[in-house]
C-alpha cells in the first residue's frame, strides 16, 4: 500500500485508541467489526467471500485481504483452488490437500477500508455506547441513585442520571410530592430494560426498599451488617415503620439507626421529605414483636394465634387512637411489619364484652332451666 494509504491506517489505529479511551469502547471489538464489514465488501471484487479473511494489523492498521485456498495437483476452482506448483513457491512447508491462506488484497483496497471504517465505527460505537450504558445502569437495578429533575412529560417525570435519562411514573410517585428542574433527588432503581435506543430505566420514590437502601448508605452498621433490616412496612409520604436486630450484645440498633441526636434518621426523613419513620427493635417472638410494631402506643397485652397468624392487642383506653392511628396508618404499618393480623381492642371495650359475654351465659343457663321453673310457679299461682 501506498504512503497515503499507510498514512490513513496509523490515523485509523489512532482513532480507535481514543474512542476506547475516551468511550470504554474495545479497539479490537470495533477492529473485528471493521474486518466482517471488509469481508462482505470483498463480494463485489471476488464474487463470493465465503473464504475470504481479512486481516487488520493491531499496530500499524495495515489491511490484507487472504483467501483460504486448498492445494491441488489441477485447479479446476482457481477462487478456492492453488496449484501444487505455484504452492511449492509461496507455501514450501506445505503439501497437497492443506488449506493455505494466500493474500489476495485488491488495489486500492486501504480506500475502501477506510470509507467502510468509518460507517462502522459510527454504527458500532453507538451499538456499544448502548451496551456499555445498559451494563452500567442494569448493575445498579434494585439499588438507589441520584437523579436530576429534568421536566413533567404528562403525568410522569423525566429524571436525568447522568448519560441517561429514568422515568418517574405517576406510580412511582410519592402523592404530595413535587419537583422542580434542577432539584437533586434519591430514587430506587425498579427496573432496566435494553432498547434499540438505549437502556429504559424505571424509578421509584414510593418503593420501601429506598428506604433499607438510604439506611445502608447512612448508617455505617447497617452497611456492614452488624445492624439487620429484618422488616419494613411503608405508606410513602406519609410514614414507615422498620424493625431492625443485631447479633452484637454492645450495640443498640434502634440507636444505630437514629444517630447522634437524631441525624441519622433524620438525614432520611430530609430525603424524603418529611416523612416519618418509626424505627422499633425485632424480636422471634411475635407477641413482643407486635407490641413494639405499634410503638408509639403503650400495650397492656398481647394474645397470639400462631396457626392464624393473628393477634389480639389490649390497650389502655386513652392509647386507642394513637395505637390504631390516623385512619388506622398505625395499626395498618405494624400488621405489615409484622405479618399479623391485628385486632386492638381498649379496656373498657374488653371489659364491656366480657360483661356482656358473661350476661348472656346467665340468661342462656336460665333459659335453658325455665321451662321447669315457670311451670312450678304457675302452680303455686293457681292454688293461690
Known sequence: MNNSNNNNNKELIEALNQIEKEKDIS????????????VAACKNHFGKADNIRVNINRENGAVNVYAE???????????????????????????????VHVEVTPRNFGRIAAQKAKQVVVQKIREEERKVLFHQYYSKEKDVVTGIVQRYVGDNISINLGKVDAVLTENEQVKGEHFRPTDRIKLYVLEVKDTTKGPRITVSRTHPELVKRLFEAEVTEVRDGTVEIKSIAREAGSRTKMAVATNNPDVDPVGACVGLNGARVNAIVNELRGEKIDIINWSDDPAILIENALSP?????????????????????YQLSLAIGKEGQNARLAARLTGYKIDIKSESQVANYEYNESYKDEYEDTEYNGEYEDAEYSDNYDKE
Open 27 to 38: 479497539k479490537d471489538i470495533l477492529l473485528e467489526a471493521i474486518e466482517n464489514s471488509l
Open 69 to 99: 485456498r486448498q492445494i491441488v495437483e489441477t485447479v479446476t476452482d482457481p477462487v478456492t483452488q492453488i496449484s501444487e506448483i505455484e504452492a511449492i513457491l509461496k507455501f514450501p512447508k506445505n503439501s497437497v490437500g492443506d488449506i
Open 297 to 317: 402506643a403503650k400495650v397492656i397485652s398481647v394474645y397470639v394465634e400462631e396457626g392464624e397468624k393473628s393477634a389480639k392487642v389490649i390497650v389502655p383506653d
